[in-house]
């Protein structure tokens, strides 16, 4: 029933939000009819992307770019003795964070975007719907939401170290992979979308030494091992878009970050690579 309502949705060019039930997520979510709200609940509620470690959970969670609240529910869902904060700098998605995480115990939200120093951003969607939208600083006071740095973002959280750090922020991870290196903070498990070069880089200056290279192009064709890693193991296949397995539940063995390098390049040198089809 839960997916005949979100293929439903899909279909729907306008409308107000509506409830849909999952026990994946705790509970029921709003969403948005003629948004990415439906697509984004399949990659969260239908198809996991994080592992859950049920041996030696965290106990602090930020949830950087948390759109809706749908990946900020699964998360706490997963780890429900955790306190979570869920970032999301866009006012209208935040909006609807609020009341899909509303009655969560130890869960604060936060309007605001990770930025080098503190203040104000101007957040432009340009065309690109609720999901996505270009980010530059307001200056002399102007913008409509807040930028923080990871160290206040930790202060005003209150807390003294992440355990797990989820960053989907629509091209600006490096900037918060950065923010996380001057913090000083080294979380136990990153979940980061891939990007530029450099964040290899980043991730190898703050310690991280296993890796492997995910062309989330192939994700559709993933399948996890019959038998778990680690965490609970959960039958589905990822759609197009999806981020796919994390952790021990990747295909491949942990490798160096020069082999990782290598494979990079290689595969992005091949003639005729278009980012939009091949990765």
């Known amino acids: 029933i839960t997916g005949l309502r979100v293929l439903r949705l899909k279909t729907k060019r306008s409308g107000p939000a509506e409830r849909v039930s999952v026990r994946r997520l705790g509970g029921s979510v709003l969403l948005r009819p003629g948004t990415t709200d439906p697509a984004i609940f399949d990659q969260i509620a239908l198809h996991p992307y994080v592992p859950i470690d049920r041996e030696h959970p965290p106990v602090t969670i930020v949830d950087l770019g948390a759109n809706i609240g749908l990946s900020t529910r699964f998360l706490k869902n997963a780890y429900p003795e955790a306190r979570v904060v869920a970032v999301e700098p866009d006012p209208t998605n935040y909006e609807m964070l609020v009341k899909n995480t509303a009655g969560l115990s130890d869960v604060q939200c936060l309007m605001a975007g990770i930025w080098p120093e503190d203040g104000r951003l101007q957040l432009d969607h340009a065309g690109l719907g609720h999901s996505g ?5 307001g200056g ?18 209150g807390f003294e170290r992440i355990g797990l750090l989820k960053i989907d922020i629509e091209g600006h991870d490096l900037l ?3 923010q996380l290196e001057e913090s000083g903070c080294r979380p136990s498990f990153v979940s980061v979308e891939n990007g530029e070069p450099p964040m290899l880089e980043t991730l190898v200056r703050m310690g991280y030494a296993g890796f492997k290279f995910i062309n989330q192009a192939t994700v559709p064709k993933l399948r996890l ?3 778990a ?16 397995p994390f952790g021990e539940e990747t295909p491949g063995t942990w490798r160096s970050a020069e082999d990782i390098e290598c494979e990079i390049r290689a595969y992005w040198e091949r003639p005729g690579r278009d980012a939009a089809v091949h990765g």
Do not use: C, S
């Open 133 to 137: 939208f270009r980010t530059h600083a």
């Open 140 to 157: 002399d006071g102007g913008g409509n939401t807040d930028a923080l740095t990871i160290g206040t973002l930790m202060t005003k959280a």
């Open 176 to 178: 918060a992979l950065r």
């Open 225 to 227: 091992p019959l038998r």
């Open 229 to 244: 890693r680690e965490g609970r193991r959960i039958g589905h296949r990822f759609p197009f878009g999806a981020t796919g």
